[in-house]
């Protein structure tokens, strides 16, 4: 963790909650982080608790991101939801393609391509979210798909909007596995997204966030969140119980502290 840059930890609730569900969460986690300013916490409930959370999570330290949007603002696609119409009821960024949205439900780089200038065009902040698979990490080619993913992605958004842009490195290997990885390769990596980053603008290369994500815990956090290119985490499991949820935002408290 950098001092210089604010740590975001993120929670993807994936398909988990029900508004009552959510709304249960919310009002046991605001209490727990009340008072945090030095950290930046998010939750990315599924699209029907979005609004409902939005108006629970108001005038508190934690914004509200949706977990995906489609490309176009309006059209004939049948199911999906749009930049505009999830800025409509403010909520405050997006997840964009996840690894099970590249998975399961076939996200490209090209359509991630035309996501990332929509969504800040509609005043969301994007996380894009990159990482290899497991045999592609033993077949040595970790950095190949990284570059490729982080150029794709990166590739439509303008300059000056690029520090504004948070990515997610998440191994898919440690994706809801209980494997995470080792600090050596999450530093590895996210000094390697950054360094992306730099071959599009130096300047924005030291402001981007770049997050660790997979099998995130409070019992691993600390060691990651310490890393000096990890500037947070983007948290599945772990983030939908309140209180795993709050350690971890108070662990990157403290880590950024002893960082500073
Ligand atoms: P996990 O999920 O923390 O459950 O491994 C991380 C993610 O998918 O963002």
């Given at each position: 963790m950098n001092p210089d840059r604010t740590p975001l930890i993120a929670g993807n609730w994936k398909l988990n909650k029900t508004i009552a569900e959510a709304e249960a969460f919310i009002q046991s986690l605001l209490p727990r982080v009340g008072a945090v300013e030095d950290v930046e916490i998010v939750i990315c409930p599924p699209f029907l608790a979005l609004a409902a959370m939005v108006d629970s999570a108001r005038g508190s330290a934690v914004g509200v991101y949706a977990q995906t949007m489609h490309e176009e603002d309006a059209g004939a696609y049948t199911g999906e939801v749009s930049a505009p119409m999830l800025a409509e009821i403010d909520v405050a960024g997006v997840i964009l393609g996840h690894s099970e949205r590249r998975q399961l439900?076939?996200?490209?780089d090209r359509a991630l391509q035309l996501k990332l200038p929509r969504a800040l065009e509609a005043g969301l902040k994007p996380i894009l979210c990159v990482g290899e698979t497991e045999e592609e990490r033993e077949r040595g080619d970790t950095e190949r798909k990284l570059r490729h993913q982080v150029q794709e992605g990166l590739e439509k958004v303008p300059g000056e909007r690029l520090p504004e842009v948070v990515i997610a490195y998440e191994p898919i290997w440690a994706i809801g596995t209980g494997l995470v990885a080792k600090p050596e390769q999450a530093q590895d990596a996210c000094a390697f997204v950054r360094a992306l980053v730099e071959g599009f603008d130096k300047g924005a290369a030291a402001k981007v966030r770049v997050l660790y994500g997979g099998s995130l815990k409070p019992e691993n956090a600390a060691e990651l969140l310490a890393l000096p290119d990890v500037d947070g985490a983007l948290v599945g499991g772990a983030s939908t119980d309140p209180a795993a949820f709050a350690e971890i935002v108070e662990i990157a408290r403290r880590v950024r502290s002893g960082a500073g």
């Open positions: 439900f076939g996200e490209t």
